[in-house]
């Protein structure tokens, strides 16, 4: 199984509001952390809105930050949020699928897979939160380099 790249984006939204607890962050900001697209970032968060896991303030001092505590926000939850399905095999078509016994070992691995990431909480993603900020460029106090007065 391969994860998309809008679930990629949510985790390193998430990881990067959670690591920043506190204070407001902006999809610029996390652009730029992460060298990613601010356009594509824009979508990710909206989604994660509309799912409960960031809230935003509007305005010039406004940003995101999540919703609940990290520790509220399960890995696992953020994916199925995130992701269209979890079939491994389309079944429907093959002439065999009464008898076969592939699609029930591939739902025992899908559903080990979704018990691994059920879990973490983004607080497992978040326990050094100075060190994040370090490697995403901040001087230690959460924001980017770029963003230190």
């Known amino acids: 199984m391969r994860l998309t790249l809008y679930t990629d984006y949510a985790l390193r939204v998430l ?44 305005g010039r001092a406004g940003g995101i930050r999540l919703a609940r505590p ?36 591939f739902g025992q691995a899908m559903a080990a897979f979704i018990a691994v990431l059920d879990s973490y909480t983004l607080a497992d993603l978040v326990d050094r939160p100075s060190e994040l900020a370090l490697l995403l460029g901040g001087g230690g106090d959460g924001r980017p380099a770029d963003a230190i007065p």
Not at 70 to 88: K, M, N, Q, S
């Open 70 to 105: 990290p520790a509220a926000i399960g890995v696992g939850e953020v994916v199925r949020h995130t992701e269209d399905g979890f079939a491994l095999l389309d079944c429907s078509q093959c002439r065999i699928a009464s008898q076969c016994r592939l699609t029930g070992i």
């Open 15 to 58: 990881t990067y509001a959670g690591a920043n607890a506190g204070r407001l962050c902006s999809v610029s900001e996390i652009a730029v952390a992460y060298g990613i697209s601010r356009h594509h970032l824009t979508k990710v968060v909206h989604g994660l809105g509309k799912g409960g896991f960031l809230e935003s303030a509007r």
